[in-house]
Structures are given as structure tokens and as C-alpha cells.
């Protein structure tokens, strides 16, 4: 009797079946079954000698395209002398690999990810990773980037989700931390949680699911960076907070026994400015400005000129700095003047930075929010030669105070910044405050 050997050599000496055996695997993944036609295209002479002897019929052919029937290749593969040997048994050992259809395939695939998923979860399963855990499981909202990460390199994500999961394990925290020394307390390494690692990326992640499943904040799939520092601060994890700061002139502050905050009286006596960090940021339980009004700029060279026009005054003006994008001690402040001042100026360069900047602050503010000086006159007399940057990023402005400064930005194509503007800056302050 025939080997099922002998049948795969002797399909594989024909070379009329080397096109056609792929034809009917693919439809077999597909249809789970024999049966249908496959289409073989420019066809060659000697596969139509060779299919035409095994059929003993002409083949059909249209245009060098020949439609031949699954089942009829079956039947009479099984009237041949290799046919007591299943035909699909013939297909493993002609394509060397077990035979698997394209559902059985997927099962496979997804019962090795429950495991993966599984294996890196169990050991380290906290009442917050349940929630986590099941969002994947399902892949619902937030759990994009780990099935991701899983289809384009598996070992990294093996690497470090397990220690993910044990960051997760120990919220919520007794007391703040920071970052590094958080990361550092999971697995010895202070960068793990970066946030420009995938670890950290990862992190972020599973704190927004956290934050999304008990509705106190929708899920962002890219947050900027100062969204990624309020999530971590929501959870008591802290960047670095020394450079995370907001410098503060004319403001005084209060704690939450309602004790001055001294620093801020000591600057404000001495007529100086003070760089305050996040964590006094976060101390503060209120804060107060000169005339409930206060004066926002984003470049720190302006501020500092400002506090020199306005430090030998007797009641000098409230203003703050932001040093560019918002850093989270720049947005808790924000936050705390919009509690207490009546009146919140900001004013930045006008880029395309500045109009994200001010769109966003807009934002938060609402209301209380003027834009000051975001108008094309102030625009046009402080133009530089400066092209801009990002322009396609103006797509996000949508405030209609911002709207027209967007369409002068994108026909003239040029930067201009909030240096040349101080005299004015002067004059506004002076006018609003009657000084």
C-alpha cells in the first residue's frame, strides 16, 4: 500500500500542483471545509497538461485564468492509488505543518494571549488591576496600547507588565511620592516609569482606565505631557517637582488651618518674585491678588521686566509666569486664582505654542479669562522673521477670540513674540488697575 510519503513526492514532482495545493489550503483556512473553486491565473501549459491528466476533463479557462473545483480535485484525488489516505492528510505532509483553519487558528492565538495576559497579571492582582485586567480582557477602552505592544514585540511587554501591574498593586499611596523614587520601589529602577518609556506610557494608561472607570476623567489616547503629570498627581505620584514650578509676584497664600503662607508674604514685603514649586503649589488652600486681578505671561525675560517696572510701586500688580508650556504646578495655580480673582489676564507669544497655550488655559478658565493682547494689531507690530513651526498643529484652535490671530498666523507664516510688546504690557497693567 501507497505511503503517505510516496503521495506527497509525487504531487511535489508535478508541477502542476505547486500553485494549485497553496489555492486549496488558503480556502480551506477559510471555509473550514473542501469544497468551492480556486482560480488559478495566468496559467501555463504544462499545469493545464498536468491538472487536465489528474481530472481527466479540459479545464475551464478565461482569459489565462482557470476556475477549478475544490471538491472535484477531492473526489478524484480519491479514485487515485494514494487515495485511501485523507486528502487533507496529504496537504500537512505536502506543506510540512499541521493543518489548522483560520478560526481554529484565531482560538489558538487568543487562548496563548489569556495566557500571556493572564501569567503577567495573577501574581500581582489588586482590586485596581480587576478593573484593569478586565478592560483588556475585553479589549475595551484604554487597553489599545498593551494589545498592541503585544502584537509588534511580545518579549518587551513581558518585560515589564508584570511590573506595571505591581505599580498598580500598590495604590492608592499612604503618602505622595515621587516618580522616580515610586519606579525605584518597584523594581529598582528610577527611569522605569519614564514617560517616555513604554513602561510609563503603559502606566498612564492604566491610570486613565482608573480615572475614566470612576468618572472623574474621560480617556485621553495621547494626553500631553502636562495632562500625564495632573494623572499622576491624582494618584499621589509626583514628577520632578523642583523644576515643576510657577513663579508668583504680588500674590499671598494661605494652608488649610487658613496661616499665611509665609514665602509668599516674605516676597511680597521684600517686592520680589518667588519660584514656586508643586509641592507648595499643592499646599496652598487659597491664594490671593491686588485688586482680585492678576497678569499671566508664559516667557520668564518679560516677567522679570515687568517686576522691575512695577517693584517700587506701593501696591504692586499680581503677576505669574508659566516659563512656556504649563507645567501641573502652573495649572494648580491656575486653578487657585480662578477661585478667588475676579479678573485673570494671560497673554503669550503668538505662535503656534502660544495659541495652544492660550486655547488651553481658555479653557480651563472660562470666563474669568481675558486674552490679552491675541489680537492682529498686537500681532502685526511685534512680527519677526521667525517661520513657524508645527503649523498644521493651528488646526486645534477653535476659540473664536483666537481665530483670527489663527488665519494671520497661517497667512503670513511668522512668529511673533511677547518682548516686543512691553510697552504696552505696561500701559494695559496701569490702565486696569488705575495705578
Known sequence: MPTIAEATQYFKEERG???????????????????????????????????????????????????????????????TLYGNIPFLDLLESYFGKPILTNKKEREIRSSVKFSFFENSYLPYK???????????????????QVHLLYERDKLLLGSILPSVFIAISKLPLDEPIR??????????????????????????????????????????????????????????????????????????????????FLM?????????????????????????????????VENSSLFSSLVEC????????????????????????????????????????????????AENVSRRLGHKLVLWRFDAESYTSSLSDVPLRNESRLQFITNEHLLPLKHLLQERNCAAYQERLFPEYIKDIKNALNV
Not at 40 to 56: G, Q, S, T, W
Request: hydrophobic share 40%; aromatic share 10%.
Open 17 to 79: 500542483f505547486d500553485r494549485l495545493f497553496p489555492l486549496i489550503l488558503k480556502r480551506y483556512k477559510g471555509l473550514q471545509a473542501l469544497s468551492g473553486t480556486v482560480k488559478l491565473k495566468d496559467i501555463e501549459p504544462n499545469e493545464v497538461n498536468a491538472i487536465e491528466r489528474f481530472l481527466a476533463k479540459p479545464l475551464k479557462i478565461v482569459n489565462g485564468v482557470a476556475t477549478i473545483s475544490v471538491e472535484k480535485i477531492v473526489e478524484e484525488y480519491s479514485k
Open 126 to 144: 489588586s482590586a485596581l488591576g480587576n478593573i484593569i485586567y478586565d478592560r483588556i480582557q475585553s479589549r475595551s477602552l484604554g487597553s489599545a
Open 179 to 260: 516618580l522616580p523614587l515610586f519606579a525605584s520601589e518597584i523594581n529598582g529602577n528610577p527611569h522605569f516609569l519614564d514617560l517616555d518609556t513604554e513602561a510609563g506610557r503603559i502606566f498612564i494608561s492604566f491610570l486613565q482606565i482608573l480615572l475614566e472607570n470612576d468618572d472623574v476623567k474621560s480617556y485621553e489616547s495621547q494626553p500631553r505631557a502636562e495632562e500625564m503629570t495632573e494623572i499622576l498627581n491624582f494618584f499621589g505620584i509626583w514628577r520632578d517637582d523642583v523644576l515643576n514650578q510657577v513663579s508668583c509676584f504680588g500674590i499671598r497664600g494661605y494652608k488649610s488651618d487658613d496661616s499665611s
Open 264 to 296: 509668599l508674604d516674605a516676597a511680597t514685603e521684600e517686592k520680589t518674585f518667588i519660584n514656586l514649586p508643586l509641592r507648595d503649589v499643592l499646599r496652598l488652600k487659597r491664594v490671593e491678588t491686588y485688586q482680585n486681578t492678576v497678569f499671566i
Open 310 to 357: 512695577f517693584i517700587q510701586e506701593d501696591n504692586f500688580p499680581s503677576i505669574l509666569c508659566t516659563h512656556g508650556q504649563l507645567s501641573l504646578a502652573s495649572l494648580k495655580m491656575l486653578d487657585k486664582l480662578s477661585q478667588t480673582a475676579d479678573v485673570i489676564y494671560y497673554s503669550g507669544d503668538h505662535d503656534v505654542d502660544g495659541l495652544i497655550i
